[in-house]
T-cell receptor, first 113, second 110 residues
Framework: GAVVSQHPSWVICKSGTSVKIECRSLDFQATTMFWYRQFPKQSLMLMATSNEGSKATYEQGVEKDKFLINHASLTLSTLTVTSAHPEDSSFYIC?????????FGPGTRLTVL | EDQVTQSPEALRLQEGESSSLNCSYT??????LFWYRQDPGKGPEFLFT???AGEEKEKERLKATLTKKESFLHITAPKPEDSATYLCAVQGSAGNMLTFGGGTRLMVKP
């Protein structure tokens, strides 16, 4: 199997606070994980590539100081949304690579009030 | 730049009415073409990987095929539980990154 979990599944926070989302590969090790965000009725938008033990690679237009990514172990990557604002409200999904296939987590719904 | 286009955007079928979803792509050095299923409010679920033209894979009522320019996801005698958004993605020469299409939202009515 290839199971990926995310925590929390949903979070509501106040504007200006920071939120951390965890992505774990439960039954395999993943050197590479990806972070996406998805708006309603749209496809996935890649935010960044997370490689274990090195700095994340961010896609054009994604603020690296706002979306902090840490991949400290082969089974865990975290995404921290710093100083969140209402426009950061979205569905955040991670994936972990096993062989060459990306397996996705269940997603985290972030709502910023 | 890799590109993926899926059609139709939405498809309504009656239960038992077979049909096909299309995924057209351009990619520099195809390493794999992936199909995922996504239910509302959930992450994509892996279905198939196709690696070379002529390859076919099946799973229950789904069959995926691949040519050099497009892939089809054939759905035979669909059931309401097959209702979901189906995503196609290609993996080119740039590592494990995927380029996704916009998806096809399938609705199967009983």
């Amino acid at each position: 199997g290839a199971v990926v979990s995310q925590h929390p599944s949903w979070v509501i926070c106040k504007s200006g606070t920071s939120v951390k989302i965890e992505c774990r590969s439960l039954d395999f090790q993943a050197t590479t994980m990806f972070w996406y965000r998805q708006f309603p009725k749209q496809s996935l938008m890649l935010m960044a590539t997370s490689n274990e033990g090195s700095k994340a690679t961010y896609e054009q237009g994604v603020e690296k100081d706002k979306f902090l990514i840490n991949h400290a172990s082969l089974t865990l990557s975290t995404l921290t949304v710093t100083s969140a604002h209402p426009e950061d409200s979205s569905f955040y999904i991670c994936s972990a690579v096993k062989s060459t296939t990306q397996y996705f987590g269940p997603g985290t719904r972030l709502t910023v009030l | 730049e890799d590109q993926v286009t899926q059609s139709p955007e939405a498809l309504r079928l009656q239960e038992g009415e077979s049909s096909s979803l299309n995924c057209s792509y351009t990619v520099s050095g195809l390493r794999g073409l992936f199909w995922y299923r996504q239910d509302p409010g959930k992450g994509p679920e892996f279905l198939f990987t196709l690696y070379s033209a002529g390859e076919e894979k099946e799973k229950e009522r789904l069959k995926a095929t691949l040519t050099k320019k497009e892939s089809f996801l054939h759905i035979t005698a669909p059931k309401p539980e097959d209702s979901a958004t189906y995503l196609c993605a290609v993996q080119g020469s740039a590592g494990n990154m995927l380029t996704f299409g916009g998806g096809t939202r399938l609705m199967v009515k009983p």
